[in-house]
């Protein structure tokens, strides 16, 4: 090694060494120390206690740790594909040459920038079965509305009708990328005398796909981590059937002191997320790379 | 074909129009509630015109809850997390991207993991962390991570940083500048765009975090906006006016930001989500 480069490796370390002490105190040691914790009892006041895979096996029998697998997979399974799909639609109307543009923008834009808090205070209210609006709409049109978020078989499909109005943040990032499709593909696909449909379906889409991907994966990984929102809006019930993975493992941890039992759930959840990005990874031959200059 | 087109554009119109509505109509229900009577309140069916208006009811939010103060609070983590978030970020930046070393790639690569990183896996550890430090129940638990800078802005500030040409930091070395200085002199006042888009992401997610003042503000005269709320919420179920009203005094601060800082905002998107 030179001197320069012996000098440049001293300074590069030293630029970074802020991240590097955080790395090591709040990312790698805690990662550690949770798998070591998973493996004993421990509940903050007394020495952790060594008990071997007894939290792992304990979970197979949870009977609610299943019920949150199933909530969290549910909420994710159908609130994924609508997000996507309805934050793709709007972009892909706002990409048209319309007036109000900005304005449009904004209205569907401002929802996902309301603090979490505030959105669920806001839509346990809105959803209310008896002095909400959503009911009262629905009874004008002759639909006895149903219980939303008091009634276990409505509670889900309710809190993915409430994060619906979040999509905002997903549209934003769908926009940026339509504005990067080159004009000059669109140019030969009506030389070519393409119809509306297959510009969308043989231009945009392909275009589109590394950042159908990137959304993709920022919805796994938050809805598998969804809090926030649940714990003002139901705290998990009716009946547990909105008692999703995030909050079980908040209650073990932070309620009932289960820190062991809390961070077995951890590494659960590290594996799942793990193995759901790899899935994507592996499916994702639909994903169209350009050439990089 | 021209008729066609115009077909096409009304019904875009009407879809844009419809979905509109959707999103704004929970905002004018927000405004509707916090300015009604506790009685109207519970009308059947519900009114959307409040009657009397009660502007007093924001009088009464403060007086039922310590709004001020959660406020102060709420702004001093905020303001104090976005300074040390930004500061140490921009400094981690450039180890990351104006100077060559080997293992820099590496370690990069660590960086972006702990985007993808469920917080869950480090969050026990490090409340027995703070726990033993005698941290849990003060602000330091939520600023003081901050100094150790932000992967997200890390990566934005980094990509900004990569675009700027060599040429400029070659010839102030060879005026005999320092690494430091053409960190602060030169490079840091060019960054100003990115800087900014770094605190306005830094500023809403600290303003709106939940989950850490939850875990860590046990003192309510620490409480942050959220976790006050969350309180009022769960001992006066039933106030709608009130908590509608501080959801929307919560909701201001940001929705204000995002109508002054639009173009920083959708910049920082683009860079972070197609660019990347």
Not at chain 1, 242 to 256: E, G, H, M, S
Not at chain 1, 266 to 276: F, G
Not at chain 2, 27 to 39: E, N
């Amino acid at each position: 090694m030179t001197r320069r480069q012996r000098r440049d490796l001293w300074l590069g370390l030293a630029f970074v060494s802020p991240w590097l002490v955080g790395f090591l105190i709040f990312t790698v040691y805690p990662v550690l120390a949770s798998l070591y914790f998973s493996f004993t009892d421990y509940n903050v006041v007394s020495a952790p206690r060594w008990i071997g895979m007894r939290n792992y096996t304990d979970l197979i029998n949870d009977p609610l740790f299943g019920k949150t697998l199933y909530n969290t997979v549910y909420l994710a399974a159908i609130g994924i594909p609508f997000s996507l799909g309805l934050s793709l639609v709007i972009a892909l109307l706002l990409n048209n040459k319309v007036r109000f543009q900005g304005l449009f923008r904004t209205v569907y834009f401002l929802p996902s920038v309301v603090p979490a808090v505030a959105a669920a205070l806001l839509w346990r209210w809105f959803l209310n079965p008896d002095y909400g609006p959503v009911n009262e709409f629905l009874w004008q049109l002759g639909v006895n509305g149903p219980g939303w978020l008091a009634d276990p078989g409505w509670s889900k499909p309710a809190l993915i009708l409430a994060s619906l109005w979040g999509v905002g943040g997903s549209m934003v990032i769908y926009l940026a990328g339509l504005q990067n499709v080159p004009v000059a593909l669109y140019e030969a696909a009506d030389l070519d005398g393409a119809s509306r449909w297959q510009r969308f379906r043989f231009v945009t889409l392909p275009m589109l796909s590394p950042v159908i991907l990137f959304n993709l994966i920022m919805g796994i990984i938050t809805s598998f981590q969804a809090f926030t929102n649940i714990y003002i809006m139901t705290g998990g019930g009716p009946s547990n059937s909105t008692l999703v993975y995030a909050l079980y493992l908040y209650q073990n941890a932070f309620q009932f002191f289960r820190m062991g039992y809390a961070s077995a759930m951890a590494w659960v959840l590290l594996a799942i997320t793990a193995v759901a990005l790899v899935g994507v990874f592996r499916t994702s031959g639909w994903v169209y790379y350009e050439a990089r200059s | 074909m021209a008729r066609r087109r115009g077909l096409w554009n009304l019904v875009v119109y009407v879809v844009l129009v419809a979905g509109a509505v959707f999103f704004l109509t929970p905002f004018v229900w927000m405004i509707s509630t916090s300015l009604k009577t506790d009685g109207q309140v519970f009308a059947i069916p519900p009114e959307w015109v409040p009657a009397p208006v009660m502007w007093s009811n924001y009088r009464r939010l403060m007086s039922e809850i310590p709004f001020l103060r959660y406020l102060a609070n709420t702004v001093f983590v905020t303001v104090t997390s976005v300074a040390f978030y930004v500061a140490s970020s921009a400094v981690v930046a450039y180890g990351f991207s104006r100077i060559r070393w080997p293992g820099r790639e590496a370690l990069f690569y660590c960086l972006l993991a702990t985007m993808v990183l469920p917080p869950q896996v480090t969050l026990i550890p490090q409340f027995v962390m703070f726990q033993k430090l005698g941290w849990v129940g003060t602000f330091l638990p939520l600023i003081v991570p901050a100094l150790t800078g932000s992967a997200f802005a890390v990566f934005l500030l980094r990509q900004f940083y990569s675009a700027i040409p060599n040429d400029i930091s070659d010839s102030a070395r060879i005026d005999g500048a320092s690494e430091w200085q053409i960190f602060a002199r030169i490079i840091l006042p060019l960054a100003k765009p990115a800087l900014a888009t770094a605190s306005l992401f830094i500023f809403i997610w600290t303003w709106t975090d939940f989950l850490n003042p939850l875990i860590y503000l046990t003192d309510d005269r620490l409480y942050t906006l959220a976790i006050g709320l969350q309180q009022l919420a769960s001992t006066r179920a039933a106030a709608w006016p009130l908590l509608m009203a501080g959801s929307l005094l919560m909701s201001v601060p940001i929705i204000l930001l995002f109508f002054f800082a639009q173009k920083t905002f959708i910049a920082g998107v683009s860079t972070a989500a197609v660019k990347g």
